[in-house]
T-cell receptor, first 114, second 115 residues
């Protein structure tokens, strides 16, 4: 069974204080690892997809990296508007549901104070 | 990115009534859509996979007769919560991939409150 664990559950940062969010996963065969941002009362917003160990992707203050066991979402010099819940999900090979089914982690609630 | 529209964004209904939630892919066709449920401060739980032209696939523990899914076209899936009870109150979210092996794009979510 695919499993995704995110840590920490909650993270408070001062504006400008860089940090990293962790996503550990166990999957039979990784098809893709996804990062989403979710604001309260909204659906998740797609950020990144990573497919193989060593891959990195960047978008503004966010950078996602991937190893064979975990992924990190690095946040550089965060701003208050980066406050949200960040969700990690994996997609595995061999799923019956058209191969697109995602297994989500519990999320990390990030709060950035000015 | 691709756009998935979910309607309504919130609904309040009386216990015992049924509520229909729509999920539309606005600029692409989706043969598969996914329905999730999210409790406060928790992650998304997959309820079912909606397949265009065929029956939905439900996750273990999800009542098929209570959560009716219809995927009548390549751009529309509906979730009907039948005979709703207060314990069905939750945030329901749909998603759709633009094609096989791509990321899924999510709707805005529907906050259902059963009173």
């Amino acid at each position: 069974e695919d499993q995704v664990t995110q840590s920490p559950e909650a993270l408070r940062l001062q504006e400008g204080e860089s940090s990293s969010l962790n996503c550990s996963y166990t999957v039979s065969g990784l098809r893709g690892l996804f990062w989403y941002r979710q604001d309260p009362g909204k659906g998740p917003e797609f950020l990144f997809t990573l497919y193989s160990a060593g891959e990195e992707k960047e978008k503004e203050r966010l950078k996602a990296t991937l190893t064979k066991k975990e992924s990190f979402l690095h946040i550089t010099a965060p701003k208050p508007e980066d406050s949200a819940t960040y969700l990690c999900a994996v997609q595995a090979w061999g799923n019956n549901n058209a191969g697109n089914m995602l297994t989500f982690g519990g999320g990390t609630r990030l709060m950035v104070k000015p | 990115g691709a756009v998935v529209s979910q309607h309504p964004s919130w609904v309040i209904c009386k216990s015992g009534t049924s509520v229909k939630i729509e999920c539309r892919s606005l600029d692409f066709q989706a043969t598969t859509m996914f329905w999730y449920r999210q409790f406060p401060k928790q992650s998304l739980m997959l309820m079912a996979t909606s397949n265009e032209g065929s029956k939905a696939t439900y996750e273990q523990g999800v009542e098929k007769d209570k959560f009716l899914i219809n995927h009548a076209s390549l751009t529309l899936s509906t979730l009907t919560v039948t005979s709703a009870h207060p314990e069905d109150s939750s945030f329901y979210i749909c998603s759709a991939p633009t094609s096989v092996n791509t990321e899924a794009f999510f709707g805005q979510g529907t906050r259902l409150t059963v009173v």
